[in-house]
């Protein structure tokens, strides 16, 4: 088993408050993209509020900014997850749920196996993905680190979710 496991968090702000019909099938669909997820190999954990997810949590003043953290065994177990799973499709419907959000609205760094990531570590790796850029500290699909971060960047495919997009 390895030392390390990795973290990811992603954001957004809602295009309207839940229970509008805006973002009703975002909802609709958040048990059975958590459940897909609960079941993925490579899955350790993710935050959860008082329901099943984390939409509850109110991690800023905007009750619209929502936050998701989870934690897998490593960056193809998540970027399977993301990009090669029934969560694909359900993505690809993003924008018609979330406003468009400017900066970072993903960020993955590596924690030590059995640690859970905080939902005000989580935004701090965001801010530091978005004021520096890929490092150990917070990074990228396209720019990932290596675990134990001695060594550059180690070059994955393209994040399909960026390619082509503006």
Request: hydrophobic share 45%; net charge negative; charged share 25%.
């Amino acid at each position: 088993m390895s030392r390390w496991q990795l973290a990811q968090t992603n954001v957004g702000r809602l295009a309207a408050p839940k229970g509008d019909a805006r973002v009703a099938e975002f909802f609709a669909e958040l048990d059975a993209v958590n459940a897909l997820a609960d079941a993925s190999p490579g899955f350790v954990w993710r935050l959860k509020g008082e329901g099943n997810d984390a939409t509850d949590l109110q991690p800023t003043p905007d009750p619209l900014f929502i936050v998701n953290i989870s934690v897998w065994t490593d960056a193809e177990a998540l970027f399977d997850y993301v990009y090669r799973s029934g969560h694909t499709t359900r993505m690809a419907k993003r924008r018609s749920w979330f406003e468009r959000f400017d900066g970072a609205f993903q960020a993955l760094w590596w924690v030590p196996a059995g640690y859970r990531p905080t939902v005000d570590e989580a935004l701090s790796r965001l801010w530091i993905l978005d004021r520096y850029g890929p490092s150990p500290q917070a990074f990228t699909f396209k720019a990932r680190f290596p675990a134990d971060a001695a060594g550059p960047p180690v070059d994955m495919q393209p994040d399909p979710w960026c390619v082509g997009r503006a």
